[in-house]
């Protein structure tokens, strides 16, 4: 059975983002990127929320087209921009970016097809709202948060509307030169509710 992993950058106060949304904190740097691209080379599909859908897709063809990074960056580029993506709004009335399919809501049995079907894991980037809504329906299998050294003093947190505790199996750690540090965690009760 395919995976669902929520990857997430966050600060050392636990936000994935500053009051209004910023993301201007994340520490991307070459060897992050080459951890990114090879996590992207690990999965085949991506879910998004509309407001992470519409930055990626206003920021990923547009580094692609221009060619001005690293040959990481670019190859990272390449990767977002052919891998199969799909994103719940309901506001939303079309999904351009390239291999994006559009969905209004998340419905779990949909969701628990994606993961019974053929392929390769499946991520969340960024979309706290839907990690909420898939850790609610016990639908993650693993948990990625990217903590950057940096303190906001505040902003949006991950969760939001978790009725209990959620328990976590410390599965990795990974540390980057630039002081990022990578925590991979297994929900070991995902697809048992």
Not at 27 to 49: K, P, W
Not at 53 to 71: F, V
Not at 89 to 116: D, F, I, R, Y
């Amino acid at each position: 059975m395919r995976r669902i992993i929520v990857s997430e950058m966050v600060t050392l106060d636990g936000f994935f983002a500053g009051p209004n949304g910023e993301t201007d904190w994340h520490m991307a740097d070459e060897e992050y990127e080459r951890y990114s691209l090879g996590f992207l080379e690990s999965v085949d599909t991506l879910l998004f929320g509309r407001v992470t859908y519409q930055m990626m897709a206003d920021y990923w063809p547009a580094a692609a087209a221009k060619g001005l990074h690293t040959k990481v960056h670019a190859d990272v580029a390449r990767a977002m921009n052919e891998i199969q993506k799909v994103v719940y709004s309901s506001t939303l009335k079309a999904a351009p970016w390239n291999n994006s399919l559009l969905l209004k809501k998340v419905v779990a049995e949909e969701v628990m097809g994606m993961k019974l079907a053929d392929g390769k894991d499946i991520a969340v980037f960024g979309s706290g709202q839907l990690a909420s809504e898939l850790t609610r329906l016990g639908l993650v299998d693993e948990y990625r948060f990217i903590v950057n050294p940096i303190v906001l003093g505040k902003g949006r947190p991950l969760f939001t509307g978790l009725e209990g505790a959620l328990r976590l199996e410390l599965d990795s750690i990974k540390d980057f030169r630039s002081g990022v540090v990578a925590l991979s965690y297994v929900n070991t009760a995902a697809g048992t509710e």
